[in-house]
């Protein structure tokens, strides 16, 4: 039994946990909506929930940190230095993927 995806579903959000190999779910209704969702069309399923893409959103918050820690003390500090990581991520994000990168002093905060 999988007793926290009852408790997620309860919160209002939606839980997507591929199924196993098997494609059993014990115990909980909930879980066996998902299994039996999965094996109606596993494809469809992981479009829907757009599984499969975790990877990109780490990969960017590896990019971001750029060391463990940020070094400002003062709140506005600290601010500052994580927006200049993610202009800089972005900037060079930009470059990569082919475009011109250009700005004026009223895009830069």
């Not at 499969?52 to 601010?79: K, T």
């Not at 500052?80 to 060079?92: R, S």
Request: hydrophobic share 35%.
């Amino acid at each position: 039994m999988t007793p926290g995806i009852t408790s997620v579903q309860a919160m209002g959000a939606e839980p997507v946990i591929k199924p196993n190999s098997t494609g059993k779910s014990k115990g909980s209704y909930v879980r066996s909506n998902v299994v039996r969702e999965f094996l109606n069309d596993p494809t469809a399923w992981k479009n829907k929930h757009r599984y499969g893409q975790r990877w990109q959103v780490e990969a960017v918050f590896s990019s971001l940190m750029l060391g463990e820690y940020v070094s400002s003390v003062l709140d506005a500090g600290i601010f500052n230095e994580i927006i200049a990581k993610v202009f800089t991520y972005n900037v060079v994000e930009a470059y990569r993927g082919g475009t011109r990168v250009s700005w004026t002093k009223e895009h830069v905060p």
